[in-house]
């Protein structure tokens, strides 16, 4: 059956993998369509477990008898795989040995974006943050949409948002694996194109190529929104415009930056607009640009001047990015996800620029002892910006450890005369304790975000 026309005539989907964050944006949004939502995960989870209250029939044993009844007819079931689960499990092998249908997120993205006015957002850097903008300004605007984004919205506290009649449906593009080329967009931002992924590519012309691929697929009427100055020649289809973006320059830019004070104010200008004194819900200076990529889609597509206003003032940001716990004159405490020297080096200018004359100090679990080997001194270097550094030993996600290989390399190569110490993940609370703290900031993608409710609890105390 063509999956493209038909996603009416689906009854039931059954998810390989239902407990990623991507995965469960999929499983509400077949739930609210109304469809039987079955699946297996490896490992119960707060996420699965939520799922499972809100209507699907999720189970953690790889087991063909525990498919539903109702997932068992090929012409009325749709698989839905994610590239995680090994290519022998048993379950995957019934609906493949069966004639299933079966797709990767990826291309289920694509099926909905055929049936709908897909905006998306692609790109190495910003795109979770500029996707989970250009939502909320639509969301919160006459215009509505529904969205999928790569993180959990502090709006609305999901990845998904809902609209029962709005046309247009906000996608974060991803390139890993070549997912993009899927889509159909109507309109799509490009915010950056640093080779990443090179694991899957072998090459930055290969990376490249694949984003120029990706703009071929924006339909005719829409519109490709692009970073000014990226090393990319758009191949876009005759009946789309191309519009340029940056901070400061392009048919989309910011003018009469204003930044102090813990706050962010711009003017917006385009072509045929210009919006004054809108300020910045998440005051970090990577939001401006990300902004007027995120206001231009919303522009573009019908958003008013005062609902921009409203909603970028409204905007709280995405969990775990710029993630402000405590904001107060003798206190700042956040946390962010940034795990790359590049990332980390962005954080901690923009923290800087807010907050030019208090203390910063920052708290930095390495994620991964290959990445910590390959990058110490890039660390090092980045995080020699701050003046105090809090380093916990390496969080090794999948890996094993490497001799020689810990975050002694990182703090031996610290700029002289920084305030630096290493210590245990779980001895942070303790330590903190006898700190002074103007400006703190947990950094990693490990598990020292657990450690945040505990952090903010004593801070509060002071505060």
């Not at 809902?162 to 974060?172: A, H, R």
Request: with cysteine; aromatic share 8%.
């Amino acid at each position: 059956m063509g999956m493209k026309s038909n996603i009416d005539t689906i009854k039931s989907v059954y998810f390989v993998g239902a407990g990623g964050i991507g995965m469960s944006a999929l499983v509400r949004y077949f739930l609210s369509k109304g469809k039987l939502v079955a699946g297996y995960d490896r490992t119960p989870s707060e996420l699965t477990e939520c799922l499972i209250a809100e209507g699907a029939q999720i189970h953690y044993t790889e087991d063909v008898n525990l498919i539903p009844e109702g997932c068992k007819d090929p012409a009325t079931t749709l698989v839905v795989l994610t590239p995680a689960v090994p290519q022998e499990h048993a379950e995957l092998t019934y609906f493949r040995n069966n004639g299933f249908e079966i797709q990767k997120r990826a291309q289920v993205l694509g099926t909905i974006t055929h049936s709908s006015k897909g905006l998306c957002v692609a790109g190495t850097h910003g795109k979770t943050t500029t996707s989970t903008m250009a939502a909320h300004l639509l969301h919160q605007s006459h215009v509505d949409c529904t969205a999928f984004l790569g993180g959990i919205s502090k709006n609305y506290n999901t990845n998904l948002l809902l609209s029962q009649n709005s046309p247009y449906t906000v996608i974060e593009a991803d390139e890993f694996d070549r997912s993009f080329h899927w889509l159909s967009p109507y309109m799509s931002v490009i915010t950056a194109t640093d080779p990443d992924h090179l694991d899957i590519y072998g090459t930055a012309e290969a990376y490249l190529e694949s984003f120029e691929h990706y703009t071929t697929l924006i339909q005719p009427g829409g519109a490709l929104i692009i970073r000014k100055g990226i090393s990319l020649q758009p191949q876009v289809q005759s009946g789309v415009k191309i519009y340029t973006y940056s901070r400061n320059e392009g048919d989309f830019h910011a003018e009469n930056i204003r930044i102090g004070n813990g706050e962010i104010f711009i003017d917006f200008v385009g072509p045929d607009v210009r919006i004054n004194d809108i300020q910045l819900g998440v005051p970090v200076s990577i939001n401006i640009e990300n902004g007027v990529a995120a206001i231009a889609l919303a522009h573009l597509n019908g958003a008013t001047e005062q609902e921009i206003k409203e909603g970028m003032k409204s905007f709280r940001g995405v969990d775990r990015r710029f993630d402000f716990k405590i904001k107060n004159d003798r206190i700042v405490f956040l946390s962010d996800y940034a795990h790359h020297p590049s990332e980390i080096m962005q954080s901690v200018k923009s923290i800087r620029e807010l907050y030019k004359d208090k203390k910063i100090t920052a708290i930095f679990q390495p994620h991964l002892y290959t990445r910590t080997r390959d990058f110490y001194k890039e660390f090092a270097n980045s995080l020699s910006l701050l003046d105090e550094v809090i380093l916990t030993d390496i969080y090794p996600a999948r890996e094993q450890p490497i001799p020689g290989v810990t975050s002694q390399l990182i703090y031996d190569n610290l700029r002289p005369g920084i305030e630096k110490s290493i210590c245990k993940k779980e001895d942070i609370p303790d330590i903190l304790k006898e700190k002074k703290i103007e400006v703190l900031i947990t950094l990693g993608a490990g598990d020292i975000e657990n450690y945040v409710p505990v952090l903010t609890e004593e801070l509060n105390k002071r505060s």
